[in-house]
DNA sequence: CGATCAATTGAGCCGTCTCAATTTGGGTGG
DNA sequence: CCACCCAAATTGAGACGGCTCAATTGATCG
């Protein structure tokens, strides 16, 4: 079932069938490629099947924040169908597969497919719950926090996809989990190494073994996220 | 024409008076008071007409972030629209007067207007653009910067309104600018003394007058916002 | 007019950034 | 296949910014 990797959660068969029409498009992205820019027409969301990427921001400086990493499963360009324009970049961390699901062709099923709305809603609402979430990491926790809540979070969610939630590598390098966390990578890499000298973790480049998960989470002060 | 005040903003005059029928409802809110709390079905989204309201969220270990200080004329509940629930609490700042816009009656009239939903796609797309600015100030700026761009915004948004961007009240304590940016009140206090020593502002308790717009332009890094 | 809360200011410390040197790993071309 | 090169990561030293703790002053409100 190929398909539950593009919209997955709550539908019947036959709701997943009827959404085999919208999915069928598929689009290879090359590592470091982009998959659609700030100021873009937001046509199409899409449902990234393999590899991995982030989404960012940038002002008029040129100054970057990055949003977010994808999983494969995740749905990227949400945030963009408000205004029918991408408010974010979006780029691979690794060679990646998206399949694309256009908005008119999307309306037209719509009435078809309640769960399709509802299960949309939920998505965005996650959505808004990330940024939240980053809000609050950003303005309040500390360096070491962040960085053990940000590990967890990988964990969880590589966990959802069937993978080991305590070994995994990271697909983004220490510049862009520094800037997604608001650190220096210097300041990173650091805690990187202090997190395996105090054995919650083992970490070799972009290898990481979670060692001691309790621990990480008494870190992050909040459970999980 | 009072209704500028709840939804201002490229409608037709036959437009506006179609709105009308939504907008009947009022309440006054006193200083302190919550408009709907983080949890709360969204049946409703509120213009504000008169005072001034903060919105924040809440995590599980009680941790609070300030995401916006609203201002006569602006909208707040819509980042409960997606969810049906209210992702964040509004609470009064000084006796306020929001104007209720059922979301039910709404979608009744939404047929006849396309103009409303043009217009609640801008604003909406106006609020994830405000998110992401604080975002990327949380992450990246230094605190005078914070300070100084807070000011700005703060500043313009009020002449949007048709009062002075050189002297206006500030209604928040320095304790929630120093949430809203990611400092402690301390900081916040210290900056603004030395902004008024640098002769950028004259600050007297909450009152500002601001001297120097473009030294604090330079200060801010990014050319307003 | 006292009580209470907000704001200011100071001193000292800790954490994070900056700058810099070194190591590691991966990729490329000879 | 090896040598080289470049990017990424690690680690250190030092400076500085912002936080904590604490005392004082200044508003506001019953």
């Known amino acids: 079932m190929l398909n539950a990797i593009c919209l997955p959660l709550g539908m019947t068969r036959q709701d997943v069938a009827k959404m085999d029409e919208l999915i069928k498009e598929r689009f290879r992205l090359p590592k470091g490629g982009t998959l659609y820019r700030q100021g873009d027409v937001a046509d199409a969301i899409y449902g990234l099947r393999s590899g991995s990427i982030k989404t960012q921001i940038e002002d008029a400086n040129g100054q970057v924040q990055i949003t977010g990493f994808l999983l494969p499963g995740e749905v990227l360009g949400l945030d963009g169908l408000m205004t029918d324009q991408q408010v974010s970049h979006a780029i691979a961390l690794e060679d990646s597969e998206v399949c694309i699901i256009r908005l008119d ?121």
């Open 105 to 225: 062709e999307m309306d037209q099923l719509a009435p078809q497919l309640p769960s399709l709305q509802r299960q949309l809603r939920r998505l965005m609402s996650k959505e808004i719950g990330r940024s939240h979430q980053l809000l609050l990491a950003l303005g309040s926790l500390r360096s070491e926090q962040r960085l053990a809540a940000f590990l967890l979070n990988l964990s969880q969610r590589l966990q959802v996809l069937g993978y080991s939630p305590y070994e995994f590598i990271l697909r983004m390098s220490r510049e862009e989990i520094g800037n997604f966390l608001g650190l220096t990578l210097e300041t990173v890499s650091r805690l990187f190494s202090r997190f395996a000298r105090e054995g919650l973790i083992r970490v070799q480049q972009r290898e990481v073994h979670i060692l001691d998960m309790a621990g990480l989470q008494a870190l992050s002060g909040t459970d999980c996220s």
